[in-house]
């Protein structure tokens, strides 16, 4: 079954730093865009950035576009998210998922438990 394990979250201060990794199984990940995405507390879930499968094409909300960088690595089935700069407003618990431009909208319906992140002076 498609399963996503999200870790590397935490507590850090603004203007610091994380690294989110995700490892994916249960599908061809090579074969898939991937995605990463966020829920704030009493708030929708928002599309953070997009890479393709090869990892040149990529595409962020303008509210992370240029402080955050996806990436990925096919031999191990996970994609990453480098966060920069983080501000309070980036407090939220963060997700994968395959993408499909199709729609452009997640490919799955199961999400893994998400890591969470909290930007806090």
């Known amino acids: 079954q498609v399963q996503f394990v999200e870790s590397g979250g935490g507590v850090v201060q603004p203007g610091g730093s994380l690294r989110l990794s995700c490892a994916a199984s249960?599908?061809?990940?090579?074969?898939?865009?991937m995605s990463w995405y966020r829920q704030a507390p009493g708030k929708e879930r928002e599309l953070v950035a997009v890479?393709?499968?090869?990892?040149?094409?990529?595409n962020y909300a303008d509210s992370v576009k240029g402080r955050f960088t996806i990436s990925r690595d096919n031999a191990k089935n996970t994609v990453y998210l480098q966060m920069n700069s983080l501000k309070f407003e980036d407090t939220a618990v963060y997700y994968c998922n395959a993408y499909q431009f199709t729609g452009a909208t997640y490919k799955y319906d199961s999400w893994g438990q998400g890591t969470q992140v909290t930007v806090s002076s």
């Open positions: 249960g599908f061809a990940f090579s074969s898939y865009a």
């Open positions: 890479i393709g499968t090869s990892g040149v094409y990529t």
